[in-house]
Each structure stands twice: as C-alpha cells, then as structure tokens.
C-alpha cells in the first residue's frame, strides 16, 4: 500500500486524536500532503494540507484552530493533531499528495488509502 492510515477512534466530544499517515517514498517525496474526510452519506471534503517544507499551511474553516498538520520527512509520515473535537468531525479520515497551491485542497494521487475511521460521540 502507497498510503496507510492510522489511529482513528472512538471519543467523546471535545475529545483529541492524532492520526498518522505513511506514504511511500515514490509518493511523499518532495510533495505536499494533506488530509480529507468523508462523512456518512456525503462527498470527501478537505481538510488540511501541508507543504513539503513545512513553510505553508492551509486547513478548512470548520478545523481552523482546533487540528494541527505536522509531518516528519525522515519517516514519509504527516500527522493530524485534532483537539476539540465535535461530533461533526466524525468520519472516515484519509491523506494524499495536494495540488501545492494548498488553498486549493485538490487531491493529486488517485488511488486512496484504507482511510482511518473517526467517531465522535455526543
């Protein structure tokens, strides 16, 4: 597998996790990478995305101030801190390559992980 997911949960609200995501070497090199979401019954969304220096940010509105992107480039992983957490987080999380224009929050690579599932309970 090229992306592999990990550390989804069941939390209450108001809840924390830190989901992390291991990319291949082929595909994290050099790239922007970033999170998304899908919820049920809806369309993937985005949700954070990190340059592959680490020098630019972008995240969602409805994340802005409660989930933190890191990565670690030595081991092809980037995590999302998430704190705060609502019931409206709850979803299945998944990481790609990003358009490096983060604003744009487009996913690159077209084959998807397992994704990580995330509940977060009222």
Same mark, same amino acid.
């Given at each position: 597998?090229q992306?592999? %997911?990990?550390? /989804? /949960?069941?939390v209450?609200?108001? /809840? @924390?996790? !830190?989901l @992390?995501? %291991?990319? @291949?070497?082929? +595909? =994290?090199?050099?790239?922007?990478?970033? *999170?998304?979401?899908?919820?049920? /019954? #809806?369309?993937r %969304?985005?949700?954070?995305? #990190?340059?592959?220096?680490?020098?630019?940010t972008? $995240?969602a509105?409805?994340?802005?101030?409660?989930? !933190? +992107?890191?990565?670690?480039?030595?081991?092809?992983t980037? $995590? &999302?801190?998430?704190?705060? &957490? #609502?019931? %409206?987080? !709850?979803?299945? $999380? =998944?990481?790609?390559?990003?358009?490096?224009? &983060?604003?744009?929050?487009r996913p &690159?690579?077209?084959? *998807?992980?397992?994704?990580?599932?995330?509940?977060?309970s @009222?």
């Amino acid at each position: 597998a090229q992306l592999v %997911e990990s550390g /989804g /949960g069941l939390v209450p609200t108001g /809840g @924390s996790l !830190t989901l @992390s995501c %291991e990319a @291949s070497t082929r +595909i =994290y090199r050099a790239n922007a990478m970033g *999170w998304f979401r899908q919820a049920p /019954g #809806k369309e993937r %969304e985005f949700v954070a995305a #990190k340059s592959w220096s680490g020098g630019n940010t972008h $995240y969602a509105d409805s994340v802005k101030g409660r989930f !933190t +992107i890191s990565r670690d480039n030595a081991k092809n992983t980037v $995590y &999302l801190q998430m704190d705060n &957490l #609502k019931p %409206e987080d !709850t979803g299945i $999380y =998944y990481c790609n390559v990003v358009n490096p224009l &983060l604003r744009i929050g487009r996913p &690159l690579f077209d084959s *998807w992980g397992q994704g990580t599932q995330v509940t977060v309970s @009222s």
